[in-house]
């Protein structure tokens, strides 16, 4: 964990000591870097055989999960839509 907080630490002091420098290709790398720490967990994750045998229980935890996120999501914009736009003076 310590080390975690470390390295994101470090990330931030690095990034702010060249921030006046032209970093453009950073994004690129780090975009390579995900896919591969996404191939790289797509490995583990198939080869280890109890998520594969729970994978439709993991599935449907993923499903209500993300409905339920979403679900909340609109929700709450839907109601901070109305909130404002009743403040303006506007009919909703």
Do not use: C, P
Request: proline fraction near 0%.
């Amino acid at each position: 964990m310590f080390a975690i907080i470390g390295l994101m630490l470090t990330g931030m002091l690095l990034g702010y000591l060249l921030r006046k420098r032209d970093l453009r290709k950073i994004s690129q790398i780090i975009t390579l870097l995900i896919w591969l720490l996404l191939f790289i967990l797509g490995i583990e994750v198939g080869s280890n055989e109890q998520i594969i045998k729970g994978l439709h229980t993991i599935g449907m935890e993923a499903v209500i999960l993300t409905l339920g996120g979403t679900l909340g999501s609109v929700t709450a914009a839907w109601a901070l839509w109305k909130s404002l736009y009743r403040q303006k003076g506007g009919e909703v």
